[in-house]
């Protein structure tokens, strides 16, 4: 986490817009079907380890050793830098109910944050120009964009070089979480690293979502025997 967030610092003092991506097992697999999902992924500024199978992933193909990185867990970190070194943010995307209860939630938890700006996700195409209008004219330095994945990174691959900020994470659906409106795993199954079982069991039909990981292993472990 400590080195995501000093990396990411390193972009906002950069002179050019960049992106963060959280990598789990499920996103893998759609890259590998995907081209400019992939394409997307491979010019990241900074590509998180967001799901444990990623971690042991690359500990069994010999690629490093890692730590987990949750993409809420390092956005409430970059908000709580932000509130402490002034960055400005922008928040995009969830209901309008839940964009704004993002917006109190944490203001409450951040007293010194400088939120600028904010927008629900439900636009239409013809809408982005204003938006990106508007988030250029809030002066925001970082964008968190919550419109689910692959559409948030297609939309940051689109739009991003139209934008003045410096930063931009896609973060799914942590506006819901810290909304309130979904309640995130307990933190017994965050430490052992079963947050996705968790989920799997309060919303059964998320299992055909979950066959991304099963194929995910099965390549993993075929890479580490076949070579």
Wanted: proline content about 5%; some cysteine; charged content about 25%.
């Amino acid at each position: 986490m400590k080195e995501a967030i000093n990396r990411i610092e390193e972009m906002i003092a950069g002179d050019r817009p960049e992106t963060v991506i959280a990598v789990n097992p499920e996103k893998v697999i759609k890259g590998q079907n995907d081209p400019q999902l992939l394409s997307h992924l491979n010019r990241a500024g900074l590509l998180i380890p967001d799901g444990i199978g990623v971690v042991f992933a690359a500990r069994i193909l010999k690629l490093g050793r890692m730590k987990r990185v949750p993409g809420a867990d390092l956005m409430m970190s970059l908000c709580e830098r932000s509130a402490q070194k002034g960055y400005k943010i922008f928040l995009y995307g969830g209901s309008p109910e839940v964009n704004q209860q993002t917006v109190k939630s944490l203001q409450s938890r951040f007293p010194r944050i400088q939120i600028v700006g904010n927008q629900d996700g439900y636009l239409g195409e013809s809408d982005m120009p204003g938006l990106v209008r508007k988030i250029d004219d809030s002066g925001a330095e970082i964008l968190f964009i919550a419109l689910g994945s692959p559409k948030q990174e297609l939309w940051m691959d689109r739009y991003l070089p139209q934008l003045k900020i410096k930063v931009c994470q896609g973060v799914g659906g942590t506006f819901d979480v810290i909304s309130g409106k979904v309640k995130r795993a307990p933190n017994l199954f965050q430490k052992i690293h079963l947050e996705w079982f968790y989920r799997l069991a309060s919303n059964p039909k998320r299992f055909l979502r979950q066959t991304a990981c099963w194929l995910f292993a099965y390549k993993v472990f075929r890479k580490r025997l076949l070579g």
